[in-house]
């Protein structure tokens, strides 16, 4: 098999993983720390691409550690965020609303770097609006704290994104992703120590389960991976991949935690599902 469309497989399934991760760190934290979760997942994951990446560490420079620091605030800010989300609602809906990142992308480039979005963009930002508001507005035209917590960390994930698209533009990225991920442990360290309600040690087997799966599957594994990947696939095929995460995410806590696929949901979902598209097909390619 091609490397090429080996890498495509394993995308496919690092997608089911993130998709998965929604249910399972839900199903983890219970009524624990988001922060000592947190902190346990990316300092094991940070012990894993150490391994991993063991000859880029050898040679890291100050630059490295510099670049992989600033990377760590915005994906720190949108992992926290959307982990704060998971807790306070259904795994299922916060996998759709964090979807939105791929609409947010463009809304933001246009806003900080005056770089002008196409129409298509404009369509599926009102779309994806359109599907937030079935998704998440209830009766009483009144959004959830969970919802708010998991669409403010799309926002995070979109800052993020657009960072390691302008510093792999300079540099080789790879080397970034220890010190990323370490500054990321450090930042939900820092948490967790002020946190009053944070136990380091939770007896529940649960918790520790989701810990391992979330730092080497989630983390370790996706990002290595996409980072792989780049070289060898376009980003659009990349992003149209990655679109699969908020199925996977329906489907697992259907499965997992016994949620109920509404009508609210199958119909708002879709509607990002399809705005996430719109915003990422080239169509003029297609025509």
Request: proline residues 2%; positive net charge; aromatic residues 14%.
């Amino acid at each position: 098999m091609e490397k090429k469309n080996l890498l495509l497989i394993l995308l496919i399934f690092g997608t089911a993983f993130w998709g998965i991760s929604f249910s399972v760190t839900k199903l983890a934290m219970g009524t624990e720390s988001t922060s000592t979760f947190l902190f346990y997942r990316f300092l094991l994951a940070t012990m894993v691409l150490c391994v991993i990446f063991w000859k880029n560490l050898v040679k890291i420079q100050l630059t490295d550690i510099k670049t992989g620091a600033l990377l760590s605030v915005p994906l720190f800010l949108g992992i926290h965020l959307q982990t704060l989300g998971i807790k306070a609602t259904e795994a299922s809906q916060c996998a759709f609303i964090a979807g939105m990142t791929v609409v947010i992308v463009p809304m933001l480039k246009l806003l900080f770097y005056r770089k002008a979005a196409p129409f298509k963009i404009w369509i599926a930002a009102t779309i994806s609006l359109t599907g937030l508001f079935v998704i998440s507005i209830s009766n009483q035209l009144k959004i959830s704290t969970g919802d708010l917590y998991t669409l403010a960390g799309a926002f995070g994930f979109a800052v993020y994104l657009i960072a390691v698209e302008k510093q792999a533009a300079l540099k080789n990225i790879i080397p970034t992703i220890i010190p990323m991920f370490a500054t990321c442990a450090l930042l939900t360290y820092g948490l967790a120590i002020t946190d009053k309600q944070a136990n380091w040690l939770p007896e529940s087997n649960v918790f520790w389960i989701g810990i391992v799966y979330c730092a080497l599957f989630s983390t370790a594994y996706m990002y290595s991976i996409s980072n792989i990947a780049q070289k060898y696939i376009s980003a659009e095929r990349v992003a149209v991949i990655y679109l699969f995460e908020p199925i996977f995410g329906a489907v697992a806590a259907f499965f997992i935690l016994n949620e109920s696929l509404s009508w609210r949901l199958l119909l708002g979902g879709g509607l990002i599902f399809l705005a996430t598209i719109i915003s990422e097909v080239n169509f003029k390619k297609r025509l």
